[in-house]
């Protein structure tokens, strides 16, 4: 592994990023491909993602092609063995004068190092030994948010970063059916993540509270509503009914989006900064919404990424409520 940062070729006739999931990572990927397609602008981009992310990618002008990682092929204790021929023939496909892993793990880090022809970049943070494949590293700190680590990648290789930074995210049709014309908050309530999800007791006095505005119900959830909740004439329950791009055109149209820490969130945040993020255990500061004029809700409290947790106290959905009838009015 070279300890020092060292340019990127001039011009690469083809570079691959390498950053197959999850949802919120993709999207905070996205300003930095962005910045790589201004400056090389004749280079061939193929970025690989896990094929349930590809949608979000769909129209994107900074990529030329979408190369699926079929992840559920390696899981297992036989794996890892399949993993080897898969990659040797994604390499034939894929090989780039630039590679680019925005990943980070053992397993990105080896199938950059076949798709390899002149440079390998990773981050200097990378995890399970990864950053002993790359040709050289971006340093990295972990107090830096995800969207400003993946573009000290493309900066370290002199890859200028434009202001206001690019989110290239898909345009698709509003779900049939769906009332356009009235406003509404998008409402994501719920995230495959361990601890991160409101419970129901706390979703329904959160809807309770925001009446009359009209609430939409978005994400996914595996278990039917209570009545006490679905009931509610001020809230549409759209919940499992949309695509991927549906849903990013659902949250661009919203007046605000109120979501939990999940890869929904940072759709939101990319859009707009009329948006209240709520955090259970993961840390706004590194993975929070990324404008600094969106806010957050935490331990009781709601503030701006940057800002003291002081600011204003929330110690209930319902008082979170009362702030936002008086932000949205």
């Not at 509003?174 to 406003?183: C, K, M, S, T």
Request: charged share 20%; hydrophobic share 45%; with cysteine.
């Amino acid at each position: 592994m070279a300890s020092a940062v060292r340019a990127a070729p001039p011009f690469p006739r083809s570079i691959l990023v390498l950053k197959p999931s999850s949802l919120g990572d993709v999207v905070h990927t996205l300003p930095a491909v962005a910045a790589l397609r201004r400056h090389f602008p004749h280079a061939r981009i193929a970025w690989m993602v896990n094929p349930e992310w590809a949608p979000l990618l769909e129209g994107n002008p900074s990529i030329d092609a979408v190369l699926p990682f079929p992840r559920s092929r390696f899981r297992g204790p036989l794996g890892p063995l399949r993993l080897l021929p898969w990659a040797r023939d994604f390499a034939t496909e894929a090989a780039s004068d630039l590679v680019l892993d925005f990943q980070g793990l053992l397993r990105s880090a080896f199938i950059g190092k076949l798709c390899r022809i002149r440079h390998f970049h990773g981050l200097s943070d990378a995890r399970e030994g990864a950053r002993f494949f790359y040709d050289a590293t971006a340093r990295v700190t972990p107090s830096q948010h995800a969207v400003d680590r993946y573009l000290a990648l493309v900066a370290s290789l002199g890859v200028p970063v434009p202001r206001p930074l690019e989110w290239p995210l898909p345009a698709a049709p509003l779900p049939e059916g769906f009332d356009a014309d009235r406003p509404f908050i998008a409402l994501h309530p719920f995230s495959r993540g361990q601890g991160k999800s409101l419970s129901l007791s706390d979703l329904e006095t959160l809807c309770r509270s925001l009446a009359p505005l009209r609430l939409v119900l978005l994400g996914r959830f595996e278990s039917p509503l209570p009545p006490s909740l679905s009931s509610l004439p001020h809230l549409e329950n759209w919940l499992n009914r949309t695509s991927l791009p549906q849903l990013v055109s659902l949250l661009r149209q919203a007046s605000w989006t109120i979501s939990v820490d999940s890869g929904p969130m940072h759709i939101a945040a990319a859009l707009s900064p009329r948006l209240l993020s709520i955090h259970t255990w993961s840390d706004p500061q590194r993975v929070g919404p990324y404008p600094p004029e969106a806010w957050i809700w935490q331990n009781g409290s709601l503030f701006q990424r940057g800002q003291p947790a002081r600011t204003l106290p929330a110690p209930s959905p319902e008082k979170a409520a009362e702030w936002l009838l008086a932000h949205v009015s």
